[in-house]
């Protein structure tokens, strides 16, 4: 039987920030932009801040609101990457499948470690010591028979939790939890289920599989099976990167089409660089709109052919803008790439010209460490 | 209208027009099969909006006449008839159709053929005459490396080019390219590109019989091909066909010969290790050895080597399997010339006798 772990590390950022300043233990503190910040989102906060009613994704300004003592920083993201990847190393002596979720977040696959220690419990710990150890940081860990139980598992007593769950337990751990812990149950299936009187996993379980399937399609398969702790998903190891992107908050909310259009160009650009910097090429492009009201929208178009030229990639996120940009104004715009691959066919009528150009600005950008030379768009 | 032909006759004229007919269409007419008899032949016409086929047989004519039948019904009926004659007549007090076979009689339901667009034909202007199993065997070296894609661009078709002594088509979808040429005496300069599923269903009515004459000719901005039973009326594809002879590689830094069949083979089971994307495989040639290695990092690896002719130095580069296969499967004799060069250049193949079909591969990037 299969022995997956997930870990999670408390309020990551926040943490952090207490570990490096004394004198924010004990104290509020939010991450995600400074108390006058009119734009800016909580990206975590300390334990101290949740109990005023803060959390993550939450605008500064109604933290503000809800914590006016509280101590509000913008964060230091190079800080955090190198920690995240101390704690990677940490994993790597445990097991050797890991599945990194985010940078304070990560699934390993125990399946047959769990041997190397006295018990379950013993292993959690030994984790959570070693994490320690290496970053002063205290995470929360969750041990189960597969992934779905053990993401649940470590969110289940936090900060500095260790949680077990066996295979005869996940019927009745699962039993009274709400249906919007089961991964893929957002707003819009959660406010169906509602209408059916269903609140909780039990509650779930009454609904036959063909039921969910007729209204849920291939979505209802999982639902079954995730309300009867059933989940095959195996950890997958993240061998190379999946995504890359860069995205943007405008300090004044944008109704310009054309400045929305020359910030993406220039978003392209710091993409399009990085993607040819790591020898990669990309088949899908996203780009992604939040509006003034915070609804936030991703759209995304896949091309026959993996690419990595900027006008490429400003092309079809420019038709993607065009297509999908509505009327209200945007606070936030941002590109990604997808489908990464270092495998690409050449074609014969391309004109070398095109790539001898990139390759040109690309080594004076980077030689300058900024963009000295642009595309017009940009500008 | 009333006439009585043999079954496998009129199923053989329903099957060449089958294709053309439209499944949905702002016309529903157009789904429907159109037929028409006179002076003792049945014509059968399938048409959409860019591709018509008319096809004809000999029927003992009672009385003249035309109509449209629902192909989606008419064809597979006709289909299930016992073999031997079948009587066709139509009951105008009813609109229906009469179809008497066997045991069998049926009745259905009819449109009416004034309705059906016509075919005329008798205007065209011819560019060249050239035999059917010939046009086949060209249609067959090229169309697979037109692009798959429902566009309308100059790609999705092949390029017919003419000139006073022969005729060149040529494929490509800008990963690799197709050229076919035949000495042709007598023709007419002129290039068209005509749509690949045009081409496709051309293969699937031309006659294999090597006495049979085909016409290419232009009506409009149609292309027209008559044949002895038959006629395929197509739309032409807009728009500019690339210089194919600036990617057409004059030289490489290797070249190999190898028997077909063993390679084919060879790749045919690396070609397997494709399991995220298609299966690449790296030619290495060194000393008249050439290796083929392939992998995928959800599979495996697959490596093999074959004794080859070879001229030149070493040499390494990878390409789609599936793209050399596609071409292998196409060659008539029995060994295959490759010419590589290093680096990100094309690949250049040929049947190892003739230089008139050559094929241009890009090869793949790798890290």
Not at chain 2, 212 to 228: A, H, M, P, R
Not at chain 2, 265 to 276: D, E, F, V
Request: proline letters at 5%.
């Amino acid at each position: 039987m299969a022995v997956i772990m997930h870990v999670d590390m408390d309020s990551f950022f926040a943490s952090v920030e207490q570990r490096d300043h004394p004198e924010l233990r004990g104290k509020p503190v939010i991450i995600g932009g400074r108390k006058d910040s009119r734009r800016g989102v909580v990206s975590t906060c300390s334990y101290e801040a949740r109990k005023f009613g803060v959390h993550s994704a939450m605008p500064i300004g109604q933290a503000v609101r809800l914590c006016p003592d509280g101590i509000f920083l913008p964060g230091n993201h190079d800080k955090y990457e190198k920690i995240s990847k101390e704690i990677r190393q940490v994993f790597a002596k445990f097991s050797p499948v890991v599945e990194n979720l985010s940078i304070d977040e990560a699934f390993l696959d125990m399946t047959g470690c769990e041997h190397l220690h006295r018990s379950l419990p013993a292993m959690g710990n030994a984790v959570k010591q070693a994490i320690y150890d290496a970053v002063q940081l205290s995470a929360s860990v969750g041990i189960a028979p597969n992934k779905f139980v053990a993401k649940l598992a470590s969110d289940y007593r936090k900060p500095d939790g260790l949680t077990i769950i066996a295979l005869e337990q996940i019927k009745d751990w699962l039993a009274p939890m709400p249906v919007t812990n089961i991964w893929g149950i957002g707003e819009k299936t959660a406010e169906i289920l509602a209408a059916w009187q269903i609140h909780t996993i039990q509650e779930l379980r009454h609904c036959s599989k063909t039921q969910l399937i007729q209204y849920f399609g291939k979505h209802g398969r999982n639902l079954y099976w995730l309300a009867r702790g059933v989940d095959h998903r195996a950890v997958e190891p993240d061998t190379e990167a999946k995504s890359m992107g860069k995205e943007t908050t405008f300090r004044e909310n944008v109704t310009d089409t054309a400045v929305l259009r020359q910030v993406l160009a220039k978003l392209v650009a710091l993409v399009g660089a990085r993607l040819r910097k790591n020898g990669l090429w990309a088949r899908t492009i996203t780009i992604k709109l939040r509006y003034s009201d915070f609804t936030t929208i991703t759209r995304s178009s896949s091309l026959p052919q993996p690419i990595n030229s900027d006008d490429t990639i400003f092309e079809t996120a420019d038709r993607l803008l065009k297509k999908n940009r509505g009327t209200a104004p945007v606070r936030l715009i941002g590109v990604y790439v997808t489908q990464l691959t270092t495998v690409t066919q050449a074609t014969l009528f391309s004109d070398p010209r095109e790539d001898k150009l990139t390759k040109l600005m690309d080594q004076l950008n980077t030689r300058y460490d900024k963009p000295i030379l642009r595309k017009g768009r940009e500008l | 209208m009333q006439f009585t032909v043999m079954q496998d006759d009129l199923l053989r004229c329903l099957q060449m027009v089958e294709k053309a007919v439209a499944v949905r269409d702002t016309a529903p007419i157009l789904t429907g099969v159109y037929l028409e008899c006179q002076n003792g032949r049945l014509t059968v016409r399938g048409s959409d909006s860019e591709l018509t086929i008319e096809a004809y047989c000999s029927v003992e004519v009672v009385q003249e006449g035309n109509l449209v039948l629902e192909a989606k019904f008419f064809i597979p009926l006709i289909r299930r008839l016992p073999a031997g004659e079948v009587t066709v007549k139509l009951r105008p007090e009813q609109q229906m159709l009469e179809i008497n076979a066997g045991s069998g009689s049926f009745q259905l339901m009819i449109m009416s053929g004034e309705e059906y667009p016509e075919l005329d034909i008798a205007g065209r202007e011819p560019l060249v005459n050239i035999s059917s199993p010939l046009l086949a065997k060209m249609i067959r070296q090229t169309v697979y490396a037109t692009e798959k894609d429902s566009g309308h661009s100059a790609f999705t078709g092949l390029l017919m080019e003419g000139t006073s002594e022969e005729i060149r088509l040529v494929a490509t979808d800008s990963s690799r390219l197709c050229f076919n040429r035949q000495q042709l005496p007598h023709g007419s300069e002129f290039d068209i590109i005509v749509p690949a599923r045009t081409c496709t269903e051309l293969l699937r009515i031309l006659p294999s019989d090597d006495e049979s004459l085909l016409e290419i000719s232009l009506l409009g901005n149609q292309v027209v091909f008559t044949l002895e039973d038959a006629v395929v009326v197509s739309r032409l594809l807009e728009g500019k066909y690339p210089d194919y002879n600036r990617v057409i590689p004059k030289s490489g830094d290797v070249e190999i010969t190898a028997p077909c069949q063993e390679l084919r083979a060879a790749l045919g089971r690396a070609n397997l290790m494709g399991k995220r994307g298609p299966a690449i495989v790296t030619f290495d040639l060194a000393d008249g050895v050439l290796n083929l290695r392939s992998q995928d990092p959800d599979l495996g690896e697959s490596e093999e080597t074959l004794v080859v002719e070879h001229v030149g130095e070493e040499v390494k580069s990878s390409f789609q399997a599936r793209f050399i296969l596609e071409m292998l499967r196409t060659v008539e004799s029995e060994k295959v010339t490759i010419r590589l060069t290093n680096g990100l250049n094309p690949g250049i193949m040929r049947p190892a006798d003739s230089e008139d079909y050559l094929y241009v591969i890009m090869p793949v990037r790798t890290v």
